[in-house]
C-alpha cells in the first residue's frame, strides 16, 4: 500500500468549475485562478488559489480547467455482439426502429458472464479516461429472469447506479403475448432483479411498451423499493413525460418529441423537491439521424436538463460525454455552460445524487483536469480528447496530472 | 540508435483499410483478416494473413482495424490567442464573420516565434495522436511580409505542406486600400514567403476576397512556382469553385453553398488527371451552426470529396479527422466508407500525394491502429478517442500496439 497523503492541494486552476453558484461566478460557480483541497476522498475546500490552506502534496494544474467529472445517468453497456454494420446500413438510408435492440438481445444471452463483464468494465474504463466518474448501467439485452438477473450482477459489479429495464422491449419468445410479458416483468424477473437495482425503467414507446404497461411495470418496481426513471418521447410524441411526471421519476430520458403541455409538465416538476429531471441524448440523435431536442425551450421555460450518453452498440455507441455537450451546445440551442452543467449538475440531479456533480466542499473528489484553460473547449473543442488527468473519490484513476 | 528490425510485419488485422480497390473489396479495398509489412518507412507488403510473408519483428493488432494515417489537407495552426469566449458568444447567438480573424492576427503578431513554434508543435502531435499522419498548414494570421515569413518559417518546421495564405483578409493596416493589399501579397509579401512554401491559397469570399483579386493573388503565386487552392463558398455562393477549377487548383475548400453549375464544375474537374477536389470541413460548419454542404451530389455528380479539419481559433478548433468522419456521415449524406475514404485517400488527392493516403505495396508506412474490429467505428463510435497507436514512415509515433 503506497502513502497517500492526508491533503492534497491542486494548484494553479486557470478556471475551477464548482457548479456551486455560492462558491463563484455563474451558474458552474466558475472561479478564476483558483484551487481545491481533497482530503479523505472528498473536496475539504475550493477557492481562489491566493487563499488556498496549507496542504500534505500539491498537483500542478499548470494554468488548465478543473470540473466535476462528468455524471452520466443513462447506459447500456452490459451487452455482446456488434452492430457497426447495422449502424452503416442506417447511415445509407435504412431508419431505426426499437426493433434492432433484439439483435443484441440474442448476442447477450449467447455470451458468458465472464465476456459482459469484460466488455462492460472496459466501456467503464474508456468513459473514465473520458471523465466520467459516475456512470448509471442498465439490463435490457437479457428479457428472461435469468438473463436481466445476470446483467445485473454484471452491472452491479461495475457502478452503484444500476437500473432495471427487464421492460426495454417485449422479449422474443412473447412477441404474441405482450401482456404475458409484463405480467413476467413485474412478477418473477422483478422479483429476482430487484436486490441488484437501484432504479427501475420501462422504454414507453411505439413498439416498446405502451402507458398502461409502463405504468404497471414502473408501479411494481416502486411497491419493491425502488426509483421510477422513464424512456420517453424518442421516436414520437408519446405519454412517456407525464407518465415519469406522474410516477415522480428522477427522470425522463430521450425528450425528442415534446408537446407543449409536456415542456410544462417538465417545467413544474422541476420545481418539486424530487424534481423529474429531462435528459437529453445528444449522441442518439446524432447517430440515428432523428431531429434533437429542443433544450432551449425547456430550459427557458424552467425544466431541468441533464446530458447523458445512451453508451449502447445500437441507437448510439458514444461514451464521451464531452462529444454530448459539443452537440447540445450545436444542436440542441444550449450554451456552452448550460451544457456542461447538464453533463455534471444535471446528471447527478437525474440520479438524485448530492455528493456528486459539483466541487463545493463536502463533494466527493471526482474530478477531471482539462488540456484546456476553460470548460468552454469542451464544446470548443469537438472531438478532440482533452481530459488529461481524472480522478475519483480523490484517487487519481485515469491519465496524468 | 535502436535496431530498426528491417521488415515488421503487422498481423492479426481484423479489417486493413488499404484505399487500393486492387487489393481488396470495395472503393476503401478492404481486406478482411489482414497482414501487412512496413519495410524502410514503406509498405512492403498487404494482403490476407494466411498469405503473409516473413518478417523481422511482429506487431499483433488482435483482432483490430488498421487504415492509411488521415491526411487533413487544411488547417491553420500557426497561432497566438484564445478565442473560447467568442466561441461562448456565438453558441449564445452571434453570427460567424469572416472579421473575427484579425483577433487573431493580433495575437499572432504579438506573440515570439518560439510561442508560435510550440503551439504549432503541441497541435501537430495533439493530430497525430488521433491518427493523423500528414497535415498541411497555413499561414494567414500575420498578413505583414514578416509576419507572413515568419509563420511560414515555422509552419515548414513542422509539416512539408505549406500553404502561404497571405490573402486570408484584408490587413487591419490596409483596410481603406485592399488593392494596395493584394499588391503587397501578390509582391513583396510572394517574394518573401514563397521559398517556404508548396503552396499559395486565398480566401474567396465577401468579407475577404473578390473574383479578381482572388486570381491576381493566385496567379501571381502561380507564376512564383506556387500550387493554387482555394478557400471558397463558405458563407455564400459566389466564385471560389469556379476560379479554383479554372485556375486547375488542387482543391477548392468549403463548398457549403454551391450551385448547380458549381456541382457540374467539380464533377467535370474530377476527371482531369489534376482534379480539383472538394475539400469539405464539417468541423466549420458544426463550429459556426451554418447548414452543411451536400456531399452526396457531390458524389453522385462524380466530384471527388476529400474532408479535412480546418483546424484554427475561430471557426473551427477541433484537430480530429475522426470527429469530421462522423459528422459528414452524420450530416452530410455520405457513406461511413466514403467519409473514410474522404479523410485518407481524399486528403492526399487534395495535396496531389501519390505516397499517402493508402497502403498498397510503395506507399508511406503511415498508418493508424484503432481499437475496434473495423473502421466503420469511426463513424459509429462519435467522439471516442479510438486511435490506439500510430506509424508515420514506418516508426511508431504514438500511442502503442
Redesign the interface.
Known sequence: MTDTPRAVLIDDIATLVTNDPGLGRGAVGEIADAALVIEDGRVAWAGPRTRAPEADARVDAAGRCVLPGFVDSHSHIVFAG????E??AR??GQPYSAGGIRTTVAATRDASEAELLENARRLVG?AR??GTTTLEVKSGYGLTVADEERALAVAARVTDEVTFLGAHVVAPEYTDDPQGYVDLVTGPMLEACAPHARWVDVFCERGAFDEESSRRVLTAGVERGLLPRVHGNQLGEGPGVRLAVETRAASVDHCTYLTAEDVDALAQAARRPDPTVATLLP?VD??T?QPYPDARALIDAGALVALASDCNPGSC????L???V?VA??DMGM???EAVWAATAGGARALRRTDVGHLGPGARADLTLLS???H??L???????LVAAVWKDGELVSGRP
Chains 1, 2 share one sequence.
Open positions: 456488434d452492430r457497426s454494420r449502424f452503416a447511415m445509407s474508456e479516461a473520458q449522441g446524432f447517430s439521424r455507441f458514444t461514451s464521451s464531452a462529444f454530448c459539443a451546445v450545436r450554451t456552452p455552460e484546456a484553460p476553460n468552454l473547449y464544446a470548443y473543442r469537438p472531438g478532440v480528447p
